[in-house]
């Protein structure tokens, strides 16, 4: 059937190869891992098999992709096998194992296997651990990967808009702080942004699938929105040429929000917005005049623009811009005392100060209400430390006082009904931004609790929303005071970005402590759980930016001990004490009733710090 040549035959009559020691792996040893890829500090266990010829020692050394050696260890061989086991650390990617015999001047063998990293948080209790992967997987479903006129445009939904098929700018920004842990299209979202800006500078609301995009007139948040935007997502993917060329295009909607006459309050130096319930897109009346009058200066805008400033200072002095990074921070700083001089009661900021005095509540008192722009007066940095221990103290009075399910409100009491200011249900009183409660809120006032000396009270709130993603499955937009779930239109959905990503920082920034990958500080508030062993991993999917930690409580002995790695080992960790726990050969700083032990991270791939305690 089959024609042999003559060569084929030849070759068939051959006797085979036979293997020859000298070229063998029995020649040079083997190594090999339990694993191809693993995850910081996981340990790795490698096993090593001595030579044919037989040998009682070796020696290990580990290198991350840098060539950084991280560790090194001497064997003995026991029956020609010996096992080493150490934590992987380091740059993210390969790794290098190399094995040496004694008296080689050059490794015997090397292996590689991977380093790879995701967000994670491990203690052993349910609240902290499955808040994120819930999270995560939750936002996913809101998405959205759109093919625009001008190029891919890849965001997040709002999880109740009419606007069913286009994304919110705020929605979306105000998602970063959860989607910057796996989303990898940071950027293209923002470009498509900045690209219909308007020739005023004004930035618009939204983009439909198709491009097309809006504005509501009285708005008066946009522009500070894309700038944080821009900011945040700068700081995600280290790009600086990206934010370099985005930086003109902000500069020219600062400069118009702080000039046209819908937005810009001359008295007093401070963005001013139509009458609206805090930070929403409608006046309390139903007015359609586009924001060109019922004008208020709200606390809301205040400390987004003030934040707004400093991120321009922060982009600009990277740049070597000194100059430019002088005049925002200088202005950061000034609209920051305008605003708290006219907005701060002692007790709260206020909702917003009417600068239109036609406008009247009747027999209600509006400076009453608690409106949920504080909390971001507290986390943006409106707020001192004194200021936001105020503010932090009255939500939990006014919990206690009204019974109501969670300190989520949007205000606090909403405006009542007998007013008649909407025909719409879901605008009366103790609904949506009327009122109602707001995730979003929680995750706010639980991280300005861990920052701001009330890390208890941060515990107590993230347990609450633990317990109420159980529950119900989710997070929507709004619920009534009793928590019932609200509703206003068909697109309702249980995965709100602008509500889960607050709760993922406030885990993330707050409880883990770490607030910036890029930053010299780590702040773990681990003491104000139960928990004994921790381990919390924080990466940018969007770059090969991470850090790494294992902290332990041991609270018989008093002492807290910290292993940690990362892109850029961290240089300070600012630890949280258990009460009545003080440091011994340690730094401390207080905050309100909280000590906080500072001790230095090390410099290396893999680092150990140990606090000791009386």
């Not at 001990?561 to 730094?587: K, M, N, Q």
Request: aromatic share 12%; hydrophobic share 35%.
């Amino acid at each position: 059937m089959f024609i042999l040549t003559f060569l084929e035959l030849m070759m068939a009559a051959l006797p085979a190869a036979t293997p020859r020691a000298t070229t063998t792996e029995s020649a040079y040893g083997r190594i090999s891992t339990d694993a191809a890829v693993y995850k910081p500090l996981d340990t790795v266990l490698v096993r090593v098999e001595a030579r044919a010829k037989g040998d009682a020692k070796c020696s290990i050394r580990v290198a991350d992709p840098d060539q950084r050696t991280y560790f090194e260890s001497a064997c003995t061989m026991k029956g020609g096998k010996a096992e080493v086991r150490f934590q992987a650390a380091g740059a993210l990617g390969a790794h290098y194992v190399y094995l040496t015999w004694p008296g080689e001047k050059r490794y015997s063998r090397y292996l590689n296997f991977r380093v790879d990293a995701e967000t994670m948080i491990e203690t052993g209790d349910r609240d902290f651990d499955a808040l994120y992967p819930f999270s995560r997987d939750a936002m996913q479903l809101g998405r959205r990967e759109y093919k625009t006129p001008r190029g891919k445009f890849v965001g997040y939904i709002s999880a109740d808009t009419n606007h069913f098929d286009g994304i919110w700018l705020r929605d979306w920004i105000y998602g970063l702080a959860g989607y910057k842990h796996w989303e990898r299209d940071m950027q293209c979202g923002i470009d498509r942004f900045l690209e219909v800006q308007g020739p005023e500078g004004q930035i618009p609301d939204g983009i439909e699938r198709d491009g097309r995009t809006w504005r509501v007139g009285l708005e008066s948040d946009v522009e500070y929105i894309m700038t944080l935007g821009v900011w945040q997502t700068w700081r995600v993917t280290g790009d600086d040429q990206w934010m370099a060329r985005a930086l003109p295009k902000l500069e020219k909607a600062l400069e118009y929000i702080t000039h046209d006459a819908k937005h810009w309050d001359p008295e007093h130096r401070l963005i001013k917005r139509q009458h609206s319930c805090d930070t929403w897109d409608y006046d309390i009346d139903g007015a359609t005049d586009k924001g060109n009058s019922r004008h208020v200066v709200a606390t809301c805008d205040q400390s987004g623009y003030a934040l707004a400033y400093r991120a321009m200072s922060e982009m600009y002095r990277h740049l070597g811009q000194s100059a430019a990074a002088g005049r925002w921070a200088k202005e950061a700083g000034e609209y920051r005392e305008r605003a708290n001089k006219l907005l701060w009661d002692g007790t709260k900021f206020q909702h917003h100060v009417h600068l239109d005095k036609t406008i009247s509540h009747g027999d209600f008192d509006e400076t009453k209400q608690l409106a949920m722009g504080n909390t971001w007066a507290m986390t943006r940095g409106l707020a001192s430390l004194d200021q936001s221990m105020k503010i932090i103290d009255e939500y939990k009075r006014r919990q206690k006082e009204t019974g109501d399910k969670y300190p989520w409100w949007s205000l606090q009491p909403g405006y009542p009904d007998r007013l008649g200011y909407w025909k719409e249900e879901f605008r009366h009183e103790g609904q949506y931004a009327n009122g109602g409660l707001m995730p979003w809120v929680g995750g706010e006032l639980s991280r300005a609790s861990f920052l701001n000396g009330r890390e208890s009270y941060g515990v107590e709130l993230m347990r609450q929303y633990a317990e109420h993603l159980r529950r119900t499955g989710g997070a929507q937009v709004w619920y009534f005071p009793d928590g019932t779930p609200g509703m206003r239109t068909v697109n309702e959905v249980r995965y709100a970005g602008w509500g889960m990503a607050q709760w993922v920082e406030a885990l993330v920034e707050g409880l883990a402590g770490v607030a910036d990958l890029k930053g010299d500080v780590v702040s773990p508030r681990w003491a104000r759980t139960n928990a004994s062993a921790v381990r919390a991993v924080v990466r940018y999917a969007s770059s090969s930016d991470y850090l790494a930690y294992r902290m332990k409580i041991d609270r018989k002995a008093k002492t807290i001990s910290i292993t940690h790695t990362g892109s850029r080992p961290a240089a300070e960790f600012r630890v949280l004490l258990p009460e009545g726990w003080e440091a011994v050969d340690a730094r401390v700083e207080s905050v309100g009733a909280s000590n906080y032990a500072v001790v230095r991270g090390g410099g290396k791939a893999l680092n150990e710090v140990v606090l000791r305690c009386k």
